[in-house]
């Protein structure tokens, strides 16, 4: 199947710096990606839908001035935390489609553990 | 609004079979996933239903109805190595997946 990388794989900051995680498909072309978060013992919510050459689709509570995504390539897309606080630590994962298909499998990234302190 | 249950914890032992159920209410509806998560790992994919019916996939199976808003993942001769996370997963009108919060199964011997 499609691989999907992300980095860091986990990272611990300090209050009030800025994050950011790569998400890349590998060995496909993603038009759109996807970003979830995932509390402990939580199921994972989407934040965002990245599309590539235009602005994110923001979720409704995700404030898209904290959590900048730019998905600059048909391989790439970046989320930045910034001014991260406590409550932002969490395991960020993001997603890739591959393409048009009848089964439009999502394919996941192994996901970025963020602890801010 | 969207919706997604399903039970929050499970538990089985080995060589038994042990069936997850979901319901949902979305507001479209555009295939149903069942994913598999370890502590600390990505999900990944089981199944995927958008036609009613069963769809088997060696010692798992999924099942779908989308008049009754129900799917259910059967996992059979269990292992140990099955405990983890199962999540529910329907795409509505987008690409997107909506998650429902996972059942947790516990397999023991």
């Known amino acids: 199947g499609a691989v999907v990388s992300q980095h860091p794989s986990w990272v611990i900051c300090k209050s009030g710096t800025s994050v950011k995680i790569e998400c890349r498909s590998l060995?496909?072309?993603?038009?759109?990606m996807f970003w979830y978060r995932q509390f402990p013992k939580q199921s994972l919510m989407l934040m965002a839908t990245s599309n590539e050459g235009s602005k994110a689709t923001y979720e409704q509570g995700v404030e898209k001035d904290k959590f900048l995504i730019n998905h600059a390539s048909l391989t790439l897309s970046t989320l930045t935390v910034t001014s991260a606080h406590p409550e932002d630590s969490s395991f960020y994962i993001c997603s890739a489609n591959p393409g048009p298909s009848s089964y439009n499998e999502q394919f996941f990234g192994p996901g970025t553990r963020l602890t801010v302190l | 609004g969207q919706n997604i249950d399903q039970p929050t914890e499970m538990t089985a032992t080995e060589g038994a079979i042990v069936q997850i159920n979901c319901t949902y209410q979305?507001?479209?509806?555009?295939?149903l996933f069942w994913y598999q998560q370890h502590a600390g790992e990505a999900p990944t994919f089981l199944s995927y239903n958008v036609l009613d019916g069963l769809e088997e996939k060696g010692r798992f199976s999924s099942f779908l109805s989308r008049s009754k808003g129900y799917s259910y993942l059967l996992l059979k001769e269990l292992q140990m190595k099955d405990s983890a996370s199962y999540l529910c997963?329907?795409?509505?009108?987008?690409?997107?997946?909506?998650f429902g919060k996972g059942t947790t199964l516990s397999v023991s011997s």
């Open positions: 997963a329907v795409r509505d009108l987008g690409t997107a997946l909506i």
């Open positions: 979305t507001s479209g509806f555009n295939g």
């Open positions: 060995d496909f072309q993603a038009t759109t």
